[in-house]
């Protein structure tokens, strides 16, 4: 059987590839990665033929393709009916959906203002008044997870959701944001995850800058 293949672009700018990857992870799924270079637009069409979104990530396992973070998961908690990637209890599973979706579908002044950037620091980030709403509303949803169901991830242990929001601690740390206790302590057990520690590390070896983004605000 073909190895499964995960299509992702940059590892320290492509915040959905970074939560494909990470889903890929909870599920135990050994993928072999396929990077679609950011600067190279002929690779990146050919690669991204089988995507008809045109976005990664992008699976493919056993004949199925699936594209879009969400599809990804489920896909995988289908596949992978053993694995905790969602809470066991019903109530909480529900939860879990519901705060995954909003991640995926929301936050959009949060995107646009504060992008992903794993290998930058920028102490003194003043945040867009837009954005703030955001980060509000973030704080709000993992201070109940933590709260409910104890910590360190939002369900106790890592699920889809902390793939979902890990890479909005990486930003939050990246803009120095100033968190409550409850967050901080959730973005330092994002950041002390094995996987984030493996990806963050490749993504601090990557030769490629996006001049737009590493602009010192
Ligand atoms: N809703 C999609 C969003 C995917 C997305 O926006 N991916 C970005 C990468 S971070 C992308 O492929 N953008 C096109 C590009 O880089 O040209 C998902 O959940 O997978």
């Known amino acids: 059987m073909a190895r499964a293949v995960l299509t992702i672009s940059s590892k320290n700018y492509s915040s959905w590839s970074l939560r494909g990857?990470?889903?890929?992870?909870?599920?135990?799924?050994?993928?072999?990665?396929?990077?679609v270079s950011i600067d190279d637009p002929d690779n990146r069409?050919?690669?991204?033929?089988?995507?008809?979104s045109v976005l990664v990530p992008r699976l493919t396992h056993e004949d199925a393709s699936v594209w879009d973070t969400l599809a990804i998961a489920e896909y995988l908690h289908e596949v992978f009916p053993d694995v905790a990637m969602l809470p066991a209890d019903r109530i909480a599973r529900a939860h879990c959906r519901s705060i995954s979706g909003e991640i995926h579908s929301g936050f959009h002044n949060l995107r646009s203002a504060l992008p992903m950037n794993l290998k930058a620091r920028?102490?003194?980030?003043?945040?867009?008044?837009?954005?703030?709403?955001?980060?509000?509303?973030?704080?709000?949803?993992?201070?109940?997870?933590?709260?409910?169901?104890?910590?360190?991830?939002?369900?106790?242990?890592p699920t889809v959701a902390d793939a979902m929001f890990a890479p909005v601690a990486t930003r939050f740390l990246t803009y120095n944001v100033s968190l409550q206790p409850a967050s901080q302590a959730y973005c330092d057990a994002i950041m002390a995850w094995?996987?984030?520690?493996e990806w963050i590390a490749a993504a601090k070896a990557e030769p490629e800058e996006v001049e737009e983004l590493d602009v010192e605000f």
């Open 21 to 35: 990857w990470l889903l890929c992870k909870l599920a135990g799924l050994d993928v072999e990665e396929q990077r």
């Open 45 to 52: 069409a050919e690669l991204l033929l089988l995507s008809p």
């Open 122 to 157: 920028h102490r003194n980030f003043k945040v867009f008044a837009g954005a703030k709403p955001d980060i509000e509303r973030i704080e709000t949803i993992w201070g109940e997870c933590l709260t409910r169901y104890g910590g360190p991830f939002l369900f106790g242990e």
């Open 194 to 197: 094995e996987p984030m520690i």
